[in-house]
């Protein structure tokens, strides 16, 4: 009988075909880690804004109903107020996280995962601006939250019960489901942080809290929207 003589090892070839199924399988498979990574994300920041609403029902409970007389960071660190009858007056109110924390169990609930930082308030591009805020290395590092607050509603001692009305015919009325309460500071920890401009803004998206207690997902442009509707 002749010997066989065996393969000892990998050709070139070989290890140049196994490298290459490596890296088209890497390729595939790396971006949906990232994906569910991000959703994964995105579940737990909307969990936080839900308990935040639970919180805020029960200090309406305790306040006649009202929503909490607080503020947010953009409030009291840029000048976003100064030219309205607020401008005093928002900058007395305590930060939303302190007003609610006899109602919140831990301190975390206020920080998303996906809060990388900014250094300039987006949603302000809407209304012509760019405001400077920041909010290094994370907004919940800087400020202990990484949400921002319809301070409006304190300033206007608004009730849970609060609707709007579309900003345009036929004007209808909608209730607190349709009503923004709380939203990431950054559309572009659930988004895209894409240039600010026209064509581009809806590449950012963010989580919001309305009024119902219920938390969603919308893009730049519907947050907008719904923002530029005038509380009853």
Known sequence: MKNRRHKEGFTLIELLVVIGVISVLAAIIFPVFATVRARGRQTVCLSNMRQIGMAIALYADDSDDLYPSAADPSDLDTPIWSTTPYAAQVKTLPLLQVVLQPYLQSKDIWRCPADTGF????????????????????????????????????????????GCTSASP?????????????????????????????????????????????????KASVLNAIWAQPLD
């Open 170 to 218: 036929p004007y209808t009325d909608y209730g607190p489901a349709d009503v923004n309460i709380l939203m990431d500071g950054n559309g572009g920890w659930h988004g895209t942080s894409a240039p600010l401009t026209l064509g581009l803004i809806d590449e950012r998206s963010y989580n919001v809290l309305m009024g119902d207690g219920h938390a969603t997902h919308c």
């Open 119 to 162: 250094d300039t308030l987006d949603m302000s591009f809407f209304q012509g601006q760019e405001t400077p805020l920041n909010a290094r290395p994370t907004m919940f590092q800087a400020f202990g939250t990484s949400y921002l607050y319809r301070t409006e509603l304190a300033l206007k001692h608004e009730s849970i019960t609060v």
